[in-house]
């Protein structure tokens, strides 16, 4: 047993549990271990009542936890250490840690503890703190804390808010990934705050430059723009003009013909010269078309087709053509007569 002289000093006061009224010697017999130990139960079971907080160091780490020193030994399951799963229990020994007793069996001197509980209560103050700060339109900082396949989660230091996979990029994502990973602080701005369902909807794309107001300004109905190829459909061939921003070219604007199928004319990854038809700012969406202008086939309709040889006809040779109509058009000349009367009117002019 231990020394009494490195336990107690000559003249201290001390609490002690009666053990024994008289020994067989006429002592009483007392325990001063005992009372502590008493005591520390008494204490412990008026917080578990009363749901406070007990406080004690690590001592000891064992299968499945550890063991504080809380007047009496306390066991701290590993699941309720912390709030995520801790990996390294020997990190904890000769740590003071806060818990609240969620167990207790006097009779088998077994108290349970929990951190975790202490933990989540601080954290649900912080939760109210920030989401009674947090105002639509602002833009704040955070930690990307878990990707899953509809979006990403983002710490706001006590607090997750999601970035729907929609409001990651101006582009089309797949998969959160393709923007962000864990660990990465991002700046978002607020989209939605519901504080009866604790939820926070978050945007990365809205701190960015909205690539289709920079199109929108850039571009005009009639031009032409550059452009590749993305995707075929049913209905015709998505083409990227931007990056960030996709033009439909639909089936009836890919050819003057009829067109059963979009890869008739087209394939993915083609680089494209493409007329702006429309533009619809409200709806964001940008329509394209590879026929030609109409003035453009009005003017190759009424254009005469050149010689064989593609030289330029003769002046003598259209002279000759302008005193026999007849002839020319029965020639198999390919001039429609509309186009061949015009033609001979402005020789007549001329001579």
Avoid: M
């Avoid at 009483?28 to 009363?50: C, G, P, T, V």
């Avoid at 009639?222 to 998505?238: D, M, N, P, Y």
């Avoid at 070219?249 to 429309?278: C, K, N, Q, Y």
């Avoid at 330029?312 to 002839?327: N, T, Y």
């Amino acid at each position: 047993g231990a020394d009494p002289h490195d336990v107690v000093d000559l003249g201290q006061r001390l609490e002690a549990l009666v053990l024994q009224k008289e020994d067989a010697d006429g002592r009483l017999i007392l325990s001063a271990k005992r009372a502590a130990f008493e005591r520390a139960w008494n204490r412990i079971e008026e917080s578990y009542n009363e749901q406070r907080t007990v406080e004690g160091p690590v001592i000891e780490v064992v299968k499945g936890g550890l063991i504080l020193d809380i007047g009496l030994r306390g066991f701290l399951p590993a699941s309720l250490v912390d709030i995520r799963r801790v990996r390294n229990l020997e990190s904890f020994l000769g740590q003071k840690l806060e818990c609240k007793v969620i167990e207790l069996n006097r009779s088998r001197n077994n108290v349970v503890l929990s951190r975790r509980a202490v933990l989540e209560e601080e954290r649900k103050e912080e939760r109210e703190k920030i989401l009674t700060s947090l105002e639509e339109g602002q833009i704040i900082k955070g930690t990307v804390s878990n990707l899953v396949d509809f979006g990403a989660f983002v710490d706001l230091e006590g607090i997750d808010g999601l970035i729907h996979i929609s409001e990651l990029s101006w582009q089309h994502v797949d998969h959160p990934s393709e923007v962000v990973e864990v660990g990465e602080e991002v700046e978002v701005k607020v989209l939605e705050v519901d504080r009866d369902r604790e939820r926070i909807s978050l945007g990365l794309k809205q701190t960015r430059k909205d690539p289709w107001q920079e199109i929108v300004e850039q571009v005009n109905v009639g031009e032409q723009i550059q452009g590749r190829v993305t995707k075929l459909v049913s209905f015709g061939a998505f083409v990227e003009v931007a990056e960030g921003v996709e033009g439909l070219i639909h089936i009836s604007e890919l050819a003057e013909h009829h067109v059963e199928t979009p890869d008739e004319i087209v394939r993915s990854g083609d680089e494209v010269d493409a007329r702006i038809i429309d533009v619809d700012a409200k709806r964001r969406r940008l329509s394209l078309s590879l026929r030609p202008k109409r003035e453009e086939r009005e003017e190759r309709a009424e254009r005469p087709p050149r010689q064989r040889d593609d030289r330029p006809p003769r002046r003598e040779d259209r002279a000759d053509r302008g005193s026999d109509r007849g002839r020319g058009a029965s020639e198999g000349s390919g001039l429609r007569t509309g186009a061949f009367d015009s033609l001979s009117d402005l020789d007549l002019e001329e001579k």
